[in-house]
């Protein structure tokens, strides 16, 4: 995204669009496919954007249709226990309430192995949400590499990119007509 916020109108959230798809596009040497933003569906298909992961309403990738039932875009869906933000943070969206706090970052190693094993065990996913200013320090920088490290121990674990996700699911579960 351009700024951390969409703008209403249509016209300047384009510009944003466009402009942040061609300095991202730049610095990646390709195309763009993915967003994790809240742009309008129809202008990000424009776009050749063809998976966003904005959401969090449900635990596995699926394919979410426009208002007229059709332009399928899949969602790579995260979860607010998996996003840095909501533990690093102190006052996290100008909230009020006094008793939010910094956690330790082995309380949350705890949370997030629990997520994961949990996910396992199901045959399941899990997307964080990591700011590299939020997490991007050195303490929450090691916990992280302890986790990805725990996690390699246990067969079949895989660490694709959104993208490289994507294509997975595009390949082997491609939108078939119905919501999946």
């Not at 995204?1 to 384009?14: A, L, N, Q, S, T």
């Not at 596009?25 to 809240?38: F, K, L, M």
């Not at 394919?63 to 969602?75: C, F, I, R, S, V």
């Amino acid at each position: 995204m351009w700024e951390h916020e969409v703008p209403k109108d249509p016209v300047i959230e384009d510009a944003h669009l466009t402009r942040a798809l061609a300095a991202l596009e730049t610095v990646a040497g390709r195309p763009i496919t993915g967003t994790r933003s809240s742009h309008t569906p129809a202008l990000l298909r424009q776009k050749g954007v063809v998976y966003n992961s904005f959401t969090s309403a449900r635990t596995m990738p699926f394919y979410e249709l426009d208002a007229e039932g059709g332009n399928p875009m899949l969602q790579l869906p995260f979860h607010y226990a998996l996003d840095d933000a909501m533990y690093f943070s102190f006052g996290w969206l100008a909230t009020p309430n006094a008793a939010q706090r910094i956690l330790d970052v082995d309380e949350i190693f705890d949370i997030w192995w629990a997520a994961f094993e949990h996910q396992y065990k199901r045959g399941g996913y899990l997307n964080f949400l990591l700011h590299p200013f939020v997490s991007g320090h050195a303490m929450r920088v090691d916990m992280i590499e302890r986790l990805i490290k725990r996690m390699r121990t246990l067969p079949g674990v895989w660490f694709p990119t959104c993208g490289a996700l994507a294509e997975h699911i595009f390949t082997h579960h491609p939108y078939r007509g119905v919501e999946e």
